[in-house]
């Protein structure tokens, strides 16, 4: 696999376990994901289990994983969020008769694992105990077979082979898991970092006051910025990096003042901040190494619609949220128009004649708007960096000045970012 890049390591030797994981962070840079899958097998009656192949059980069910799932720990804490999975084994809650000493290694794994999710319950990562039941694979074949295992032979009991050793053992049926492959899947893929742009001047929103900042101009009594923070926070957004310009260093100060407990946050400077907001979107390459979700600081927004755009995109296109309701907007000439079939974006404006929709300014992109924005940065044909941005790809027509993120959803069917999905409410 192109990039797959296996590092070996010996469960049963400590520094072994080190090196390799310290190998494997510095070719990666970081992680997002651990799964303690590796696995060893002893069969045999419980009382002639000698304490060497118990120890050696533990060692690479309990020890080594633990060791790795603390190492992995470690790093994901100091970057605010992961995904540590550990596959126990059903037979830690239903014993397997003589099994003995993997029984009880995969219920002191269960245990740790359940120690530290109760102590990270509130923290930003996920830790998830997986409790397989008996799959079929060449497990069975390479279990090592102790000898002097004599076997029950009741009849309500079923048969296992393995190799020469054949047992009898009754096993209750499985409890049902509360979570589910797909949601672990999810959990796995889910969107948690967002980039919200704010190194705007904001004058239109902040009218003749000059002391107050956009993102914090008061509405109901509270500043405009915290229900967006809020809807992020409760979406599962864990780190959120902020793009500021005008007036950074205050922006900053006043925004440290407001941020949720859990919540990494990050301030990337836009020195060409007087720009479009493509060049903010660009200023965040650096920092940005999964799909994410981009917001507007000036924007409000239902916290129902970010968590049905993260649960509805597809983190390899564009994706972008808008809003049938037209009869509700309030400054219907000033809104940015979308014009879409089916769940496309056809076209996209302010100054659309025939528009069924409006953009909410909330997007899931993939990491490859970054390429896009750097080729229209550089395309003589695009006026990114301009007052205004116009485009004549394809012989497309010239626009009045757009978001950049709204051209991109317009032009979408052109680039290999296209077709964007619409995600409507």
Sequence with gaps: MQRCHPVRLDLTDPLSIEDAFNSALAEAGYFDVLINNAGAGHFGAAEFLPVKTITSQFQILVFGQIQLMQLALRHMQARGGGLIINVSSLASRLPVPFMAAYNSAKAALAAFTMSIQLELAHSPLHIVDLQPADISTEFNESVIKITNADAATNNSWRRVSIKNCTAYFQIPSATPSPLGTKKILQIMTRISEAVILMAGEGSRLRGSDKTVLKPFVPMLGRPLISYTLDALVGAGIKTINFVVGYESGRIIAQLKQLFPSGLSAFFIENPEW?????????????????????????????????DLLIESSDPDLLNVAVDRKLHSIFDLRDAMKVQTRR??????????????????????????????????????????????????????????????????????????LAPATMIQR
Excluded at 274 to 297: D, E, Y
Aim: positive net charge; contains cysteine; hydrophobic residues 45%.
């Design 343 to 416: 769940n496309r974006v056809t076209d996209i404006g302010k100054h659309l004649r025939e528009f069924d929709a409006i953009d909410t300014g909330l997007f899931v992109c993939s990491l490859e708007i970054f390429d896009y924005l750097e080729r229209a940065k550089a395309d003589s044909r695009t006026a990114l960096v301009g007052p205004q941005i116009a485009t004549s790809h394809h012989g497309s027509r010239t626009t009045s000045p757009w978001p950049l993120p709204a051209l991109i959803a317009a032009n979408a069917l052109r680039t290999r």
């Design 274 to 306: 007087r720009k479009q907001n493509g060049v903010s979107v660009l200023a965040a390459a650096g920092r940005i190494t999964s799909p994410f979700l981009l917001a507007m600081s000036d924007h409000l927004f239902d916290a129902a619609i970010v």
